[in-house]
Nanobody, 118 residues
Framework: QVQLVESGGGLVQPGGSLRLSCAAS????????MGWYRQAPGKRRELVAA???????NYADSVKGRFTISRDNAKKTVSLQMNSLKPEDTAVYYC????????????WGQGTQVTVSS
């Protein structure tokens, strides 16, 4: 059984930074693509960033130039460095294993709250 555990969320002022981390464990037989999604109240869950096994990356237009996704294949972790945070970034952020073509895989983390506010 696969488990994803997230950490790093919290409260930050506009312009600040946070780094989210997600650790995968369990019956993982391949190095899958991984991604970060977020969901704000009243809105649909959206893909923020994704990274393939070959470290190719994709970002939502709203976060390009501000967020950076990375991974450590040996440790089976994926991180999201978030800089120049805006109030619009406030959401619950979810780690996902197996994202393909922008569509999420079946495994999700529990979610971690990111709040950007003065």
């Amino acid at each position: 059984q696969v488990q994803l555990v997230e950490s790093g969320g919290g409260l930050v002022q506009p312009g600040g930074s946070l780094r989210l981390s997600c650790a995968a464990s369990g019956s993982i037989f391949r190095i899958y693509a991984m991604g970060w999604y977020r969901q704000a109240p009243g809105k649909r869950r959206e893909l923020v960033a994704a990274i393939t096994s070959g470290r190719s990356t994709n970002y939502a237009d709203s976060v390009k130039g501000r967020f950076t996704i990375s991974r450590d294949n040996a440790k089976k972790t994926v991180s999201l460095q978030m800089n120049s945070l805006k109030p619009e970034d406030t959401a619950v952020y979810y780690c996902n294993l197996g994202v393909v073509g922008g569509q999420p895989g079946d495994y999700w983390g529990q979610g971690t709250q990111v709040t950007v506010s003065s």
